[in-house]
């Protein structure tokens, strides 16, 4: 009876092992998941706020030069 009951203790543990090392394993693949979609965010985020800087800088050049362009057209024309 002894013996019995300590092969159940030990297959009990045996289980108990097992079942705790793929709860493991599935919370592992489960943030490694969690990781990615996260760094994939971040990485549209970043790339999203470059465009949109690019963007004001290259509005801000276009307004300037247009600017410019305007000044020296009008300073020509004076002249003439």
């Known amino acids: 009876a002894k013996e019995t009951a300590e092969n159940e203790r030990k297959q009990a543990l ?24 996260a760094e ?11 465009i949109e800087v690019a963007q004001n800088l290259l ?3 276009v307004d300037s030069e247009t600017s410019k362009a305007i000044i020296n057209k009008t300073i020509k024309g004076l002249e003439a």
């Open 14 to 37: 045996a289980q108990a092992n097992e079942i705790a090392e793929r709860i493991k394993a599935q919370a592992k693949e489960t943030i490694d998941i969690e990781v990615k979609k």
């Open 40 to 50: 994939l965010k971040l990485k549209r985020y970043a790339t999203q706020k470059a």
């Open 59 to 61: 509005s801000q050049k």
